[in-house]
């Protein structure tokens, strides 16, 4: 957190001022669930700037139309941190409609969860189809245990949520798989680096890993999320060294 300082004149008239300490967030992992909705309205250009100096210094709007347009610059610089997709391993919006957020890390959701999430949420990214989002919210914010079937029902009401809220729960996504990534480096390898093959789905990554086995495609769903990338990322460590295709 940045400390900021304001000097400010609560009476205009009066020659008088008076100092108000405030902090200021440096990092995504810093932002309380206001804030975050206020940076998706900053990517989206649908906040001024003045609200959105008040939400992140947590002060008062009058207070943030008083500052100077110089003051305001510097405070709107420290937005920089935006730019970037850092890793943070939670979801920060502690629910969304009638629906709480998982576990930090993911913890206890299970691999079948993820295959569905990540299907739905590479769909959203390449569309913009509001269906998929809500969809991908739904795998991750839930009342219960993930359930296939409930994922059409309850992706009609995260759909009638506002709309900044559905895609902070987008943008935060990122930041937890950027945390997958430098847990699991074998299994997420950038873009650039990938081979056709390597692109390929989850459910293709699933398949390759349980076969036609049915009985065994039901175990590795169930089991965590960090169980199976794990043996991924020993397996596909494991082959690259012995000159195998993983």
């Given amino acids: 957190m940045t400390p900021i300082t304001l000097e400010h004149c609560p009476i205009r008239w009066l020659r008088y001022s008076r100092k108000l300490k405030c902090q200021h967030p440096d990092a995504w992992s810093e932002l309380t669930p206001k804030q975050l ?14 609200e959105l100096i ?7 709007p009058n207070l943030a139309r008083r500052l100077s347009p110089y003051q305001k610059f510097c405070i709107v610089d420290l937005l920089g941190f ?3 997709h850092n890793p943070y391993y939670e979801f920060i919006l502690p629910g969304i409609g009638p629906y ?11 691999f079948g969860t993820f295959i569905f999430a990540e299907t739905f949420f590479a769909k959203y990214a390449d569309s913009k189809d509001k269906l998929y989002l809500s969809k991908f919210i739904a795998c991750y914010y839930r009342s219960g245990a993930f359930k296939e079937v409930d994922i059409n029902p309850h992706a009609e009401i ?11 729960v987008f943008v935060n996504y990122f930041l937890i798989r950027q945390w997958f990534v430098e ?3 074998n299994v997420f390898q950038p873009a650039e680096d990938q081979t056709k093959k390597e692109q390929s789905s989850w459910i293709d990554v699933y398949d390759a890993i349980v076969g036609d086995n049915i009985v065994q495609q039901a175990e590795y769903a169930d089991l965590p999320i960090s169980t199976v ?3 991924l990322d020993k397996r596909i460590k494991t ?3 012995e000159g195998k295709v993983s």
């Fill in 158 to 168: 995260i759909a009638r949520q506002p709309a900044e809220e559905q895609e902070a």
């Fill in 229 to 231: 990338l794990r043996y």
């Fill in 100 to 110: 709480v957020r998982p576990q930090a890390r993911l913890k206890d959701e299970t």
């Fill in 239 to 241: 082959n690259r060294h």
């Fill in 183 to 185: 847990q699991y480096p």
């Fill in 82 to 84: 935006l730019e970037t």
């Fill in 37 to 50: 909705l206020a940076a998706v309205r900053v990517m989206q250009e649908t906040i001024s700037d003045n």
């Fill in 54 to 60: 008040a939400t992140m210094l947590s002060i008062k």
